[in-house]
Every structure is written in structure tokens, then in C-alpha cells.
């Protein structure tokens, strides 16, 4: 429904009225002029039809008047706009590049693809779905380094993790140094909920620090851990054997945390897990209402505008 920003101008309207009727009235002069009758009519007659074409031209200034009273109000409409939703959350993603998950012992649409290919499918849907949070990246082998800082921008995160290919961090597993540059991105932020997902498919064999110091110093910070387990085969069951995934350490890094751990066997695991800390973390579902104005007061004034160069057009000269 359309509104006026300044309403008040629209008393402006009745201006010409008022000085019609109130203005002071000039009488002109002269002398008389004596005529024969007939002129005289003839005459009469001329200025009658005068005055008639005079009240017709009154109507396109009238018009005119009223369009440019129009555009000083200003009128508009309000287009709602959904804001974007916030959740209060800071959320880091860190993901494992050793050269383990080049791997290619995981299924995606029935063919056979590597681990770094399964994560990146399921990870990026599940980036793009955490509209609300502000999203971050570490990616870890033999050195952690951050990919993507936080950001509300969470698509362009998602296409960080699209890009991400095995080698770039070195090949071994330091989970250390990737929960401590987490932390550390989360240290001076004044979020309500701080959460670090770390995924790995290895054990801990880079760093100086151990996993266990690092997730207490999480539990400090109030900022909660969820480790998720990739790969068929854990090493408490193949003690020794290259590849296989160091459950019982991510394990105990959840539960000093606050967070939870989750085994993933499977790519169907991993979507099963992506929608278990979705329901842990919840998005915001539902943002604040802005208010967006679209002026209209451009359409009035440029209908007066065209009206005053018909006026000067059919002016005689």
C-alpha cells in the first residue's frame, strides 16, 4: 500500500484555491472607448470566448500543481525483506588433507571415489546449509593453516572446500596444531556458541602439542568439539597398519570437549552424521524483518515535468 514519507506537504494541494479566492484583485485601468453597437458586441462576444479558453487552460497547470505537491511528499511502498538469520554460533571446520585420504575406498553414486572426494561432497551441502552462522576453514596434514577465516559468507566457504586437494598441508596428521589455530580463531570472537568439527581419517603423528592438552584447553574456552572418525578400519583393530582411523583419540577429544564423536565408515555415515550436528548445532531458521522503502515521488515529478513542456509547446509566441 503505498505511504507518503512527508505527508504533511500534501496541505499544498489547496494553495492555488486559497490565493484565487483571497488574493488581492487587479482592476486595470484606462479610459473609456465609445464604439458602435455592433462592434461593441463583436467584441464582447471575442472576450467571452477568451475567458472560456482561459478556464480550459487552467486544468493542465492544475495538474500539474497537484503531480508536483505529489512528488514533494514523497511517496513509496514497502517491500519486505527477510534479513539474514544469526545464530550467534562461530563454527570451524577442520579437515584433514593427509596423504591417507587420497584413498579411494568410499562409494558416491555407486562408483568408487577417494575420501577428500566424499568429504567434499557431503561437507560443501553441508556449508551451504549453516546460513546464520559465521563459518571458518582449517585444513591440516603436516602443518594446519586457515583456509577461509569466519564468515556469514558461507557459500564462499563451501567453494574453498570444492578446491581443496591432497598435498597442499603435507601428508602426515597433526591434529594438534589444527584444534590450536581453531582455538585460536575463536579466542577473541564474542560469539554465544563456539564449535570446532574436526574431521580425520588418520592418528595423531605431527606437533609438539598432544590432542588430549589441546581439547581441555578447548573445554576452558567453553568451546565444544565434535570429531568425526573417517575410514573403514580404526587403529585399535589393525594396530600398525597405515590408514586407519585413531577412533578412540577423537573419542576422547569429544568427550573432554563437551562435543560428540562420530564413526564414519561410510558416505552414507557421513550424511547421517552431517544431519546428527545439524540437529546438535541448529541453524537459525527464521530471520529479523527489515523494511525496504522504493521511492515512487520520480514517476509524479516527471509527468509534471513533461506537463510544463506541453504548457511551453502550445504557448503562443
Excluded at 559465521?134 to 567453494?159: C, I, K, M, N
Excluded at 577473541?188 to 609438539?208: C, E, Q, R
Excluded at 581439547?215 to 594396530?239: C, F, N, W, Y
Aim: aromatic share 6%; with cysteine; charged share 20%.
Amino acid at each position: 500500500m503505498p505511504e507518503f514519507e512527508q505527508p504533511w506537504f500534501l496541505v499544498l494541494l489547496g494553495l492555488p484555491v486559497l490565493i484565487f479566492l483571497f488574493g488581492p484583485r487587479h482592476m486595470p485601468g484606462g479610459a473609456a472607448l465609445i464604439v458602435p453597437e455592433g462592434v461593441g458586441r463583436h467584441i464582447l462576444s471575442g472576450t467571452a470566448e477568451l475567458g472560456q479558453f482561459s478556464k480550459r487552460r487552467y486544468g493542465t497547470p492544475a495538474v500539474i500543481w497537484v503531480l508536483m505537491v505529489i512528488a514533494l511528499a514523497g511517496p513509496r511502498v514497502v517491500a519486505p525483506v527477510t534479513a539474514l538469520p544469526t545464530s550467534g554460533r562461530d563454527l570451524m571446520l577442520a579437515l584433514d588433507l593427509s596423504g591417507s585420504m587420497v584413498r579411494d575406498d568410499f562409494f558416491l553414486d555407486g562408483k568408487a571415489v577417494t575420501r577428500l572426494d566424499a568429504v567434499k561432497a557431503v561437507g560443501t551441502d553441508f556449508v551451504r546449509t549453516r546460513g546464520g552462522d559465521r563459518v571458518g576453514l582449517v585444513v591440516f596434514g603436516s602443518e594446519a593453516y586457515v583456509a577461509a577465516p569466519p564468515t556469514f559468507d558461507v557459500e564462499a566457504v563451501a567453494q574453498t572446500v570444492e578446491q581443496l586437494v591432497i598435498g597442499i598441508s603435507g601428508r602426515a596428521t597433526n591434529i594438534s596444531d589444527a584444534l590450536g589455530i581453531s582455538l585460536k580463531r575463536l579466542a577473541d570472537t564474542d560469539a554465544k556458541s563456539k564449535v570446532i568439527i574436526l574431521l580425520s581419517d588418520g592418528a595423531n603423528n605431527a606437533g609438539a602439542a598432544t590432542p588430549r592438552d589441546v581439547a581441555k584447553l578447548a573445554r576452558d574456552m567453553g568451546v565444544r568439539v565434535h570429531t568425526i572418525a573417517l575410514g573403514p578400519k580404526e587403529l585399535s583393530q589393525s594396530p600398525g597398519e597405515r590408514g586407519v582411523v585413531d577412533a578412540i583419540t577423537l573419542g576422547a577429544l569429544a568427550d573432554l570437549s563437551g562435543g560428540e564423536m562420530f564413526r564414519v565408515r561410510t558416505t552414507e555415515d557421513l550424511r547421517t552424521v552431517i544431519d546428527a550436528i545439524n540437529t546438535l548445532e541448529p541453524v537459525a531458521r527464521a530471520g529479523l524483518s527489515a523494511q525496504v522503502y522504493k521511492d515512487l515521488w520520480i514517476w509524479p515529478a516527471l509527468l509534471a515535468a513533461l506537463g510544463c513542456l506541453w504548457l511551453g509547446w502550445r504557448s503562443p509566441q
